[in-house]
Each structure stands twice: as C-alpha cells, then as structure tokens.
C-alpha cells in the first residue's frame, strides 16, 4: 500500500498530528461533555472550533443527550447550519467513531461545489440534496440512487441530513413532500402525499424512494390489454407473465403442487419478482388484485395479496362468491420473507391448504356443517371443540 494512503489511514487514530488516540484520552473527552451538560442551566454542548476560537468556519459540538442507546450526539456546522448530525453510544468506541466522522464530515464539506439549484453538493453526490431525490425517484435501479450513483448509507446519511437541516419544511420534489418528525424521542421519516412513514436510517429513506418510484411508474405506465379477459397489466407484469395478474394468479394458486407457477410457464426470478411488486403495488394503493370468489351458482376460493411489515401476506377465504368474500371465513393466512423464495413458498403453501379443503370431515363432536375440517390436519374435532376439550371446558 502506498506511504501515502498509510498515512492517511494512520491519521483517522489520531486526536491531533503526533497524538495517538488512547482510552485516557478518550475518557478524558467523554467527561469534558459530561462536564457541560451538568453545568448550570443543564445539557450544555462542548464546542469545539469556530471563527473565534481558531478562526475555522466549522463548529464541531458533542453533547449528552437523554437516549439510553446512544446518548453521545455529534453536530458539525457550519455558519450554524448542521451539516451532519448523528447519536454514538457514551463510551471509548462510541467518541472516536464521533471524532472520524466529524473529521470526514468537515473535510467533505471543504470539497462540496456549486449545483445548478444554487445549493452545495456534498462529497460522493453529484447534485445538492433536492436534485438528487428529484432524480433518485424517477430512477429504476434498486442498487442506485440515481444512474451511476449507488445508493450507498453514507449518500443516503447525506439525504437525510439535508432533510434534517430544513425543519418541518423538509424537501419538496415534483408534489412529494420528504419532512422529518418527531415521535416523543424517536425521529421519522414522512413522505405526503399520501402520508406515509419510514424509520429515520438509510434503509427507511431507500424505502421511501422505492415506494415514490413505483408510484412514479405506474402513473406514466402504458399498461397492455389480457388476452383472456376485458382487464389490461402493467408493462413490468405483460414482459414476463402470460396473462393479467387477475387470470394467471388465479390459476397459480389453484394449480396443483409442483415446482412450476402453472403448466409450461416456469417459476424464474423474474416472475416471482413481478409478483412482489404487484404486492408493493397493492400495499401503496396503486395497484389491486380482483380474486374475490366466484359466483352464487361456481363459488370459488377467494385471494388476497399483499405487503406488511416488509413481509409478503397471503389470504385465501374459503369457497364463496363475490358479494359474499368479505362475510367468507379464512382459510389460509400466512407472512412469508420478502423474497422470490417466499413467493415460492406462499404459492405452495396456499396451494395445498386448497387441496386439504377439498377433502373435509364433519367435527366428531358437534358435527356441525360449517365446523368441517380438512382431513389432512388429522384432526377429529374442529378448532373450537378442539380447544374445549384441550382447556377442560
């Protein structure tokens, strides 16, 4: 490795040139701040830098905070704007991960250019913080923020810096809103409209572009017509799929157990894919799925699909038609991993909790025609005759 790029290395374990970092002195930094925040007035910041202190435009401030997790926070400013805030837990590992952030924040800031909105970029971002998310939502790419630029945590910290810098006016790209909040001690992410929130963390804002970049394509989608009914799809589900997510799942679900979606047509990734984002549609409201039963004379399953939790949802009701699939019992609900493995594993699962109703036998106790059960459970009683006998009821 380059002297060079040793040294540079070196110099991150470095509380000043020639100065080596050690648990003393670390300690010691750890109760200078412990000092002024027990000052009087209470929750005083120590303050290092400044203009009148060593004639630098950056403030760098470390304050103790009421968080049980993390209660070292660091803010570096500059002209008392916060251009980097993060929380670090109060101890030796916690103050130098502190001290190497705020030494690459204030040097990332030293580089930052001009951008064509008249703001800065920040080192790594090619565009100031409103360029990139007004790019980053119109982008498809899951791994990128916008063409070329992985969405990387350190960009995304970025992002959600510059969020936190605007207040409750927050950033407004196209008519999307990106705002902080506040939940008694818990910071958030909001994004309206609609409303929606995230978690305060890069993952929760790469959720958020990806749910505005879905919303973004099925406005500008030119969707293609089913060649088995009077419905149309989306271009995504029409470029790997036989049929309109209404007919072809239909048949998934009911077709018999095997390794494939239906007969002839394989379970590929990117199939299995089309699936989960026919989910993320249905959970953001901008896609549906009409699997609601049958008719009064051919009652059939009914179907639900959908995201929760970050987890795929499956819902199957049993046999029933279409004015009666919100009054039908369930009978199959299950979460699975958000991942073509658990679409796979939904399908069979739901699969052959079809198959176990189909072959049914009366409750031994009640004998109740509603209170069948599938014969593949083993069970003689239903649920609730189960349950009664099993708590001595």
């Given at each position: 490795?380059p002297?060079?790029?040793?040294?540079?290395?070196e110099?991150?374990d470095?509380?000043?040139?020639?100065?080596?970092?050690?648990?003393?002195?670390?300690?010691?930094?750890?109760q200078?701040?412990?000092?002024?925040?027990?000052?009087?007035?209470?929750?005083?910041?120590?303050?290092?830098?400044?203009?009148?202190h060593?004639?630098?435009?950056?403030?760098?401030?470390?304050?103790?905070?009421e968080?049980?997790?993390?209660p070292?926070?660091l803010?570096?400013?500059?002209?008392?704007?916060?251009?980097?805030?993060?929380?670090?837990?109060?101890?030796?590992?916690?103050?130098?991960?502190?001290?190497?952030?705020?030494?690459?924040?204030?040097?990332?800031?030293?580089?930052?250019?001009?951008?064509?909105?008249?703001?800065?970029?920040?080192?790594?971002?090619?565009?100031?913080?409103?360029?990139?998310l007004?790019?980053?939502?119109?982008?498809?790419?899951t791994e990128?923020?916008?063409?070329?630029?992985?969405?990387?945590?350190?960009?995304?910290?970025?992002?959600l810096?510059?969020?936190?810098?605007?207040?409750?006016d927050?950033?407004?790209?196209?008519?999307?809103?990106?705002?902080?909040?506040?939940?008694?001690?818990?910071?958030?992410?909001?994004?309206?409209?609609?409303y929606?929130?995230?978690?305060?963390c890069?993952?929760?804002?790469?959720?958020?572009?990806?749910?505005q970049?879905?919303r973004?394509?099925?406005?500008?989608?030119?969707?293609?017509?089913?060649?088995?009914?009077?419905?149309?799809?989306?271009?995504y589900w029409?470029?790997?799929?036989?049929?309109?997510?209404?007919?072809f799942?239909?048949?998934?679900?009911?077709?018999?157990?095997?390794?494939?979606?239906?007969?002839?047509?394989?379970?590929t990734?990117?199939r299995l894919?089309a699936?989960?984002?026919?989910?993320?549609?249905?959970?953001l409201?901008?896609?549906?799925l009409?699997?609601?039963?049958g008719?009064?004379?051919?009652?059939?399953?009914g179907?639900?699909?959908?995201?929760s939790g970050?987890?795929?949802?499956v819902?199957?009701?049993?046999?029933c038609?279409?004015?009666?699939?919100?009054?039908?019992?369930?009978?199959?609900?299950?979460?699975?991993p958000?991942?073509?493995e658990?679409v796979?594993?939904?399908?069979?699962?739901?699969?052959?909790?079809?198959?176990?109703?189909?072959v049914?036998v009366?409750?031994?106790?009640?004998?109740?025609?509603?209170?069948?059960?599938?014969a593949?459970?083993?069970?003689?009683?239903?649920?609730?005759?189960?349950?009664?006998?099993?708590?001595g009821?």
């Open positions: 490795m002297t060079a790029v040793v040294a540079l290395i110099s991150f470095e509380l000043s040139p020639g100065v080596q970092v050690s648990t003393q002195r670390l300690n010691a930094i750890l200078a701040v412990s000092d002024a925040h027990s000052m009087p007035g209470g929750q005083g910041a120590y303050v290092v830098g400044g203009s009148m060593c004639g630098s435009e950056h403030n760098v401030v470390f304050q103790r905070v968080s049980p997790k993390t070292l926070r803010i570096v400013q500059k002209a008392g704007v916060d251009i980097f805030v993060r929380l670090y837990e109060w101890s030796t590992d916690g103050v130098l991960s502190a001290i190497v952030d705020a030494k690459a924040a204030v040097a990332n800031d030293r580089r930052r250019v001009q951008c064509c909105r008249r703001f800065m970029t920040a080192l790594g971002m090619p565009k100031c913080a409103t360029c990139m007004e790019a980053a939502v119109e982008h498809s790419k990128e923020l916008i063409p070329g630029v992985r969405a990387t945590d350190y960009r995304l910290n970025i992002l810096s510059a969020l936190l810098n605007c207040d409750e927050g950033l407004r790209v196209g008519g999307v809103h990106f705002a902080c909040a506040n939940d008694g001690n818990k910071m958030l992410l909001t994004v309206e409209l609609p929606e929130v995230y978690e305060w890069p993952r929760g804002l790469m959720q958020a572009i990806g749910d970049r879905l973004v394509y099925y406005v500008a989608d030119e969707r293609v017509e089913c060649p088995e009914c009077d419905g149309s799809m989306p271009t029409a470029a790997c799929m036989p049929k309109c997510p209404d007919c799942l239909e048949e998934v679900f009911s077709a018999a157990p095997s390794s494939e979606l239906i007969p002839g047509v394989a379970a990734e990117e894919g699936i989960l984002t026919l989910a993320h549609g249905i959970e409201d901008i896609d549906d009409d699997l609601v039963g008719t009064a004379e051919v009652p059939e399953h179907f639900d699909l959908g995201r970050g987890r795929l949802t819902v199957v009701t049993h046999k038609n279409a004015d009666g699939y919100l009054e039908a019992p369930t009978l199959f609900q299950s979460h699975y958000w991942s073509t658990g796979m594993a939904a399908i069979q699962e739901v699969r052959e909790a079809i198959v176990s109703d189909g049914r009366a409750c031994r106790v009640c004998s109740m025609e509603g209170a069948q059960i599938p593949a459970l083993g069970m003689q009683e239903c649920v609730r005759c189960a349950l009664t006998i099993a708590l009821l």
